[in-house]
């Protein structure tokens, strides 16, 4: 499972976003690895879409454990500036907080230790004229070695 769709499990855990699954689409849905301007007859306004982007390193803990640190990024994008100022914070606000995440419960994937630069608005989409905010980062990723 990539870094990507890991930590969209942990935001959708907490209520930070929604799936796109459900019809209609629930404001804040929330892709990986793209950010579709609608829907068939859905225009998504308010959405979040987190990307898989660059290369990591390797540790290991004291315990043995392996970690990886895979790079990523949260776009945000928003009708109301306001609103979507509001909604990459709150997204900052819990990666900022993320100690030793089990992301499925089972042991499988360990999220550690999130570490973001601050988050910018970049203006607007092109096409729409909707408020574009970027959010990147790096996390520490154990997997036990299961998946």
């Not at 990523?72 to 100022?85: C, E, I, L, M, P």
């Amino acid at each position: 499972m990539s870094p990507a769709e890991l930590l969209r499990i942990a935001l959708l855990a907490q209520s930070i976003v929604a799936s796109p699954a459900i019809n209609p689409i629930p404001r804040w849905a929330c892709f990986i690895g793209n950010m579709p301007e609608s829907l068939p007859g859905q225009p998504i306004n308010d959405a979040v879409a987190i990307y898989d982007s660059g290369g990591h390193g390797y540790n290991r803990a004291m315990d043995a454990t392996q970690f990886i640190h895979p790079k990523f990024q949260v776009k945000v994008r928003s009708a109301n500036y306001t609103d979507g100022y509001a909604k990459v914070g709150e997204i900052a606000y819990y990666l900022d907080r993320i100690i030793r995440l089990d992301v499925n419960g089972d042991g499988t994937y360990i999220l550690d230790a999130v570490h973001r630069l601050p988050h910018m608005h970049i203006g607007f989409e092109n096409s729409s004229k909707r408020h574009m905010w970027v959010l990147n980062g790096t996390v520490a990723l154990a997997n036990s070695g299961r998946a």
